[in-house]
């Protein structure tokens, strides 16, 4: 490591803290970062609660087989993006995250400071500047691996949280977001192509696909929409399509058809890229995760909040079909690979 560049071991907590403050931006909370705790308000009475982990080399690689390395605002922003939309996928409004920050010794301090960057930056981006949650706290560590880990909350605002058990046979199936685009971004990641190359390339196919997955849109303000609108189970699509439309039909007690043509119309948008890498568009679409979109479903006739399309539908039965036929993708598991 180059003399002049500082990392993390030549400070101490306290002027990584005094780094790390500012860069959060104003606090929303009654008692933001600096105290034992923080203190959120909690007007509804109820609150939503939720962790995720990024764990680098299992989630993110600073390093990339095709060169592009990772900055810390792109850890932060997907960080607080993931959490942020757990909280979503329950039609709950997100008001504060705490962050746990491992980092090795060796860390540069400006790539920590990008990192609270990106964590407010996100907040603030993806729920439209409105003010109503921000980092209020956190932990430092030291370890051999980066690991960053936020736990959320959230408020109903008097709405019943929408669960994965609530849909029943004839309801209709909805989704917003843009399936295979992040697990497509993770191919050309994890590939032989040059990604500087890449990302000259006039028609920015590839490197769209890359933003998909280093910063994910969750559609933030949508699930208390859906909510709103009669949703009767939800989640975000973290996993792959499958395996989360397999979640919501477990608990539900139900099957759930997803409609081919969809499926195919999206696999085909994505052709030209999987031919780039050799793979297949479907395996993105099915099995594909970390777009983070919402995965709701509505009673028959329910009018779709702005952003949701029909894609599938709930019956009788269990399981997950595509056009009536089982499909072969499982999706992502940490421990089953
Ligand atoms: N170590 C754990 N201890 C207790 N509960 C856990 C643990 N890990 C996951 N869970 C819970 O298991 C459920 C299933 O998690 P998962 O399907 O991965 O949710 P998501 O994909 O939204 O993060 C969640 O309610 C989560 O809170
Ligand atoms: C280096 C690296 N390998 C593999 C992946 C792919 N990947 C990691 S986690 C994950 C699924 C989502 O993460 P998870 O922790 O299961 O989120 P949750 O379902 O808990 O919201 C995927 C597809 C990646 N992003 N980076
Ligand atoms: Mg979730």
Redesign the pocket.
């Given at each position: 490591m180059p003399s002049d560049i500082l990392t993390v071991e030549q400070l101490d907590e306290k002027a990584l803290l005094e780094r790390i403050f500012p860069r959060l931006g104003p606090t929303t909370a009654l008692i933001g970062p600096g105290d034992d705790a923080a203190v959120i308000a909690a007007p509804d009475g109820r609150t939503v609660i939720?962790i995720?982990t990024l764990v680098q080399d299992a989630d993110f690689r600073l390093l990339w087989p095709s060169g592009y390395r990772t900055g810390g605002y792109t850890v932060g922003w997907k960080c607080a993006a993931q959490n942020l939309s757990?909280i979503n996928a329950m039609g709950a409004v997100p008001t504060s995250l705490v962050v746990s920050l491992t980092l090795p010794g060796s860390t540069e301090v400006a790539w920590v400071e990008d990192l609270a960057s990106g964590l407010a930056g996100a907040v603030t981006s993806l729920m439209f500047d409105t003010g109503r949650c921000s980092v209020v706290g956190g932990d430092l560590g030291r370890g051999s691996q980066i690991v960053v880990t936020a736990a959320v909350t959230g408020d109903l605002e008097g709405r019943a949280p929408v669960l994965r058990s609530g849909a029943r046979p004839g309801d209709v199936l909805a989704f917003t977001g843009a399936l295979g685009a992040a697990a497509g971004g993770l191919a050309v990641l994890e590939s032989s192509l040059d990604y500087s190359t890449v990302r000259e390339e006039p028609d920015q196919l590839l490197a769209t696909l890359v933003a998909s997955q280093n910063r994910p849109h969750p559609p933030i303000h949508l699930g208390p929409r859906a909510a709103a609108a009669g949703a009767t189970a939800m989640?975000?699509v973290?996993?792959g399509l499958v395996r989360d439309a397999g979640?919501i039909a477990l608990a539900s007690g139900v099957g759930i058809d997803l409609d081919a043509e969809y499926v195919r119309t999206r696999a085909e948008l994505l052709a030209p890229a999987a031919a780039r890498l050799g793979a297949d568009p479907l395996d993105w679409v099915l099995g594909g995760g970390e777009d983070h979109g919402l995965l709701a479903t509505f009673p028959p006739g329910a009018v779709l909040p702005k952003g949701f399309v029909r894609m599938g539908i709930v019956q009788d039965g269990g399981g997950v079909t595509v056009g009536g036929v089982a499909p072969q993708t499982t999706g992502w598991d940490h421990f089953a690979g």
């Open positions: 939720s995720d757990d989640l975000d973290s996993d979640r």
